[in-house]
């Protein structure tokens, strides 16, 4: 029990730490890989806190995702490698202050909210794992599909509008004909 | 002590490979090539290049190692053999392994280099190309097993080897492996034709011994992978459990080292393609499939 | 031990007396892996098995410990080998193998000839040197003028104020920015991207693949601030050329930046920055994607391509969006209706020269087809001199050609291998090669089924095809090819249609050889006191070279030579422009270009 709440702590810690590094950096890789161990330590807590399936989900989708964006930072942004010694944070006053009330708002949730009793027993990884499908394939399927979908025609999306138009003057003659 | 048994048996596997290569490099088959080759490498300077990203030059060989190793901890060699049996072990490798991308990044951008640079980029690229195919075969896998439990899946080959029940999968898995191991013919990041080593190139001494073993260890680490999924895993007659797996494992490591040795390396373009229009398909088709045997046949 | 055993102090380490050490000695004289200058192509050609030496071939200075520098080498090259030099972690020694102390380098370790056996004799040496003399008490410094980069001092407004020392600009009186000399204004339409600027200032004096050693640098940190520094100006630019914004008024007022000691490389300046904005008036590549270019050195010593070969590539991500190709080790020769007499490689001969001294001049001055050039350089004095052919040293000398075509072939395919990470190819036929090399006829036919056989498994080799049809086509209105290149336009003009030229042609050589003469290497006619001009074309292995030359009482007064190499070279351009850069390399490989045999 404490060692399972020292074990949060310290990735919570950790992800914290990694965070801030993210802002505290020039370089847009090192931040997007500082970002990405900051969302390893968050699977990290939720491996310490036994909930294995969402932890380990957690951990494998960031390394893709944020090396993805790692990418997207070095091909679009001016100064990748940060020798400008560009500074990570905009607009900080109002960044901090929604940074604050987003603390307050997240510890008094936390605080007020009736947790209601404290398990005992957890049930143990694989019936975890059986639960979480038996959900996502009964009462969320339609929650999990439609998001999946809308991320999907997001992407897309993006990257068809991101293409540049090869040919201007078929673009015209179909806009004019609409 | 089960702990201690894995990893000898981890680093035994990658002196044997290393001898392998030795062998098929220079033609001579000498058992202390690479401990004198890892003596060496402790005897050469450790150049750091120039402005190098000094955290993530440092990291990358030792993160390459440790997702290795992590990887390997969840493969059972014997049904007690094992250093952690998860309950999500087959996702749990995937989840391992996706940090191979991001520490040939890391040895991609570190150096300050271009050739190490554009490797480290490249193998980002061909994302999509190897890591869906793994992701998508050990699904169908763990399908037959009704189990992310690495010792389930084996149990479930004990009639019929996966290789036998999806051979799809095995061929896909096979091939994803390797390139994910960066091994010829996909060894893109590192292309010594084409990039003087890519991600390679600036590491020397102490740290280069660190990735050479790391990348011995992650062929390893992906042999064993494919014998717990497809080989049947410690299944076998006669020799005790843990021999079959290990005998196993090296020789698909082997064969993943000699495919390479007699083809050109791939076609960044032709890799990417193949994935998307045969790759991809097969692999659902293969899902669809084992789906399928699994209802029908009881 | 004797005291020739040891390592020279500027590639020794610092010793420090232990059991360990001792034992890692032994590891580092076991494990030698050398890097071949000008490439394993040229070691191979003077029939050297580096393995069977007992050496492994490194393909990058960071992984070898023996820099072994085979035949003379160019006054250019000697730059690019300190380099190299400077790049390889110590312990580190020089081997010598048929040729002088490159200029810019500390004194071979080990010397040793062109042949087999004193080459292994020689590594038996520097495996005792290293088991010895690996650690040193007092390691120096290796330091060469080629390493060092001057700074100069410009203004980032002005591009045509450049001083020594830094200061202010007369013009404007802005902070002039450090740069390493020579580098030229940074070109603002190619590259924007800081990182790469570092790139660039690393290849800039590199001239091969890798960075400096850190410790080799005196002026490391130095270094690093400037290059803060020249970012910061260059940023500063890009925000001008965009935005029109006065440099002077750029102001970081309500930015907290520390360390804003100097000029405006503050994206947030104005806000957040658009990338649109910042990006719309560079250059687009194929994809129509706008990255950063990034211009990047390969060679004169890459794995991927013929020693002494420089290729020099505009990135764009992982595509080629320019290149040219210069040769670093080519022949210096006159110009037309010169009078002065050849000069090479710095050495400073006499206004003429022996007919004999010529014709090995000639063939040492191209390793890769020395016996094609020899048998060019006879040609042509004997019709100066006036002699008619004599059938049966023509048919011996043609053979002898057509066995060195055979060998050439071959150790193209093996570089082939070696580019495409083909292991097989590489091994295979570079053993061939130390085969046909000097093989009689008897040799060669019975070598014959495992030539043959060559092709047969390349045709069935998966992936081949692939990587090779379609790249490398020649453009529609190429001229002056020659040779295999020529011969395979017909049938594709690509890759794929060049090896198979290649391979076809083994096959045709070994008709020809069946049918021939024993092959003799070109001996010079007696001449006598002969004058006359001559003329002479022989279809060497990469295509036709001509060479007219002015025979004065039996010395060769001048001489024109024209190769195929000097021609083709121009097509590389054309051919990676536009391609991925592994395509682009393989294009320029596929021209099986001898950057010995391009006349500069």
């Excluded at chain 1, 914290?16 to 807590?45: D, E, H, W, Y």
């Excluded at chain 2, 690229?125 to 992310?148: F, H």
């Excluded at chain 3, 050398?34 to 394993?40: A, F, S």
Aim: aromatic content about 6%; some cysteine.
């Amino acid at each position: 029990m404490y060692a399972q709440a020292f074990f949060v702590a310290v990735f919570g810690l950790a992800a914290i730490g990694f965070g801030v590094v993210v802002f505290r950096t020039s370089s847009m890789v090192r931040s997007a890989l500082a970002l990405l161990f900051s969302q390893t330590a968050v699977g990290c807590m939720f491996l310490a806190m036994q909930t294995e399936f969402l932890g380990v989900l957690q951990i494998m989708m960031m390394a893709t995702e944020m090396s993805i964006m790692a990418i997207f930072m070095v091909m679009f942004m001016m100064d990748p490698g940060g020798l400008g010694g560009m500074d990570m944070s905009h607009q900080k006053r109002f960044s901090i202050g929604a940074g604050v009330s987003a603390a307050v708002v997240a510890i008094a949730v936390a605080l007020l909210s009736d947790w209601g009793p404290v398990a005992e027993q957890v049930p143990d990884a694989e019936a975890q794992t059986r639960a979480l499908g038996m959900e996502l394939l009964g009462r969320s399927m339609m929650i999990f599909e439609t998001a999946g979908i809308t991320i999907l025609t997001a992407m897309i999306a993006a990257t068809a509008v991101a293409i540049p138009v090869k040919n201007l003057a078929s673009k015209d003659n179909k806009e004019a004909s609409e | 002590m089960t702990v201690a048994i894995v990893l000898l048996a981890l680093l035994g596997s990658a002196w044997l490979l290393a001898v392998i290569e030795g062998w098929m490099t220079t033609g001579r088959l000498s058992p202390a090539a690479p401990l004198y080759s890892g003596l060496a490498h402790l005897g050469r300077e450790s150049i750091v290049p120039r402005s190098p990203d000094r955290v993530f030059f440092e990291a990358a060989p030792v993160l390459l190692l440790v997702v290795a190793v992590l990887g390997m901890a969840v493969l059972p060699l014997a049904p007690d053999l094992i250093i952690a049996d998860l309950g999500t072990g087959a996702l749990f490798i995937n989840a391992a392994l996706a940090y191979v991308l991001v520490a040939v990044i890391m040895a991609g951008w570190g150096p300050d280099g271009a050739y190490a640079m554009i490797g480290g980029w490249r193998f980002l690229g061909q994302l999509i190309a190897y890591s869906m195919l793994i992701v998508m075969p050990i699904t169908a896998v763990a399908m037959r097993a009704e189990s992310l439990v690495n010792t389930a899946i084996v149990s479930s080959q004990a009639g019929l080897w996966n290789i036998v029940y999806q051979p799809l999968g095995f061929v896909l898995f096979f091939i994803a492996a390797m390139a994910l191991a960066f091994r010829a013919p996909f060894d893109l990041p590192t292309a010594e034709g084409d990039l003087g080593g890519g991600v390679d190139a600036e590491y020397t001494g102490v740290r280069l011994a660190v990735l050479r073993l790391a990348r011995l260890t992650l062929v390893v680490t992906l042999a064993s992978a494919t014998t717990v999924f497809y080989l049947g895993g410690w299944h076998g007659p006669l020799f005790p459990p843990w021999a079959w797996s290990l005998v196993k494992t090296l020789a698909v490591a082997v064969s993943m080292l000699l495919v390479g040795r007699y083809l050109p390396r791939i076609r960044e373009a032709d890799l990417m393609r193949w994935c998307w229009i045969l790759g991809i398909p097969l692999a659902l088709v293969n899902i669809i499939i084992v789906g399928l045997l699994i209802l029908v046949v009881p | 031990m004797s005291s020739d055993l040891t390592i020279n102090s500027t590639g020794a380490r610092q010793k420090r007396p232990s059991l360990l050490q001792k034992l890692v000695s032994r590891a580092l004289a076991r494990n030698l892996s050398c890097l071949i200058v000008p490439g394993p192509e040229v070691a191979l050609a003077h029939g050297l098995d580096i393995r069977a030496a007992g050496l492994r071939i490194s393909t990058t200075p960071r992984d070898a410990s023996v820099l072994m520098i085979v035949g003379d080498i160019s006054e250019k090259m000697c730059d690019a080998v300190a380099v190299l030099y400077a790049q390889m972690p110590r312990p580190r020694a020089i081997l010598l193998v048929g040729g002088q102390t490159p200029s810019t380098l500390p004194g071979a370790d080990i010397s040793s000839g062109l042949s087999q056996d004193q080459l292994t004799e020689a590594v038996g040496r520097l495996e005792r040197a290293f088991a010895d003399g690996a650690f040193v008490d007092s390691p120096e410094e290796f330091d060469s003028s080629v390493l060092h980069a001057r700074i100069e001092y410009v203004c980032p407004m002005h591009p045509e104020v450049v001083e020594d020392e830094p200061g202010s600009c007369p013009k404007c009186g802005m902070d002039l920015v450090a740069r390493e000399a020579g580098e030229s204004t940074p070109d603002h339409e190619h590259h924007h991207d800081h990182e790469h600027h570092r790139h660039e200032h690393e290849h800039y004096h590199d001239q091969e693949q890798q960075s400096h050693h850190d410790h080799e640098h005196h002026h490391d940190h130095q270094h690093h601030h400037d290059h803060k520094h020249q970012h910061g100006e260059s940023d500063d630019h890009s925000e001008h050329e965009h935005s029109g914004h006065d440099h002077g008024e750029h102001d970081h007022s309500g930015h907290d930046h520390e360390e804003h000691d100097h000029g405006g490389h503050d994206h947030g300046a104005s806000g957040f920055m658009s990338m649109i904005e910042v990006t719309k008036d560079l250059p687009r590549s194929a994809d129509g994607l706008q990255m950063d270019w990034l211009e990047v050195p390969f060679g004169p010593v890459f794995p991927g391509l013929p020693g002494g070969l420089k290729l020099t590539l505009t990135l764009d991500g992982d595509g080629v969006t320019e290149g040219q190709a210069t040769s670093l080790v080519g022949m210096a020769t006159e110009g037309e209706g010169s009078e002065e007499s050849q000069e090479s490689e710095g050495s400073q001969e006499s206004e003429e020269m022996d007919a004999d001294t010529f014709i090995e001049h000639l063939a040492s001055a191209i390793p890769l087809a020395p016996v094609s050039y020899r048998l060019l350089a006879c040609l042509a004095i004997e019709q100066a001199a006036g002699l008619s052919d004599d059938q049966a040293t023509t048919q011996a000398r043609n053979s002898a050609l057509e066995r060195e075509r055979i060998a050439s072939h071959l150790g193209w395919l093996a570089q082939s291998g070696r580019q495409l990470g083909f292991a097989w190819l590489t091994q295979r036929a570079s053993t061939l090669q130390l085969k046909v090399r000097d093989a009689g006829r008897d040799r060669i036919a019975e070598l014959e089924p495992e030539l043959r056989t060559l092709g047969t498994r390349l045709e069935r080799t998966p992936l081949l095809k692939s990587r090779l049809k379609g790249i490398g086509v020649l453009p529609v209105d190429s001229s002056d090819l020659r040779g295999p290149v020529a011969r395979a336009a017909e049938d594709g003009g690509d890759a794929w249609a060049r090896l198979w030229q290649r391979l076809d042609e083994i096959a045709a050589s070994l008709e020809l050889l069946k049918s021939g003469e024993e092959p003799e290497l070109p001996v010079l006619r007696d001449i006598g006191n002969a004058s006359g001009t001559g003329k002479a074309t022989v279809d060497t292995p990469r295509g036709e070279a001509r060479l007219s030359l002015k025979l004065e009482h039996g010395k060769v007064k001048s001489y024109k030579l024209d190769t195929a190499c000097s021609h083709h070279i121009d097509l590389v351009p054309k051919l990676v422009e536009g391609q991925e850069l592994g395509d682009a390399l393989l294009a320029v490989g596929s021209l099986d270009l001898s950057p010995w045999e391009v006349i500069s």
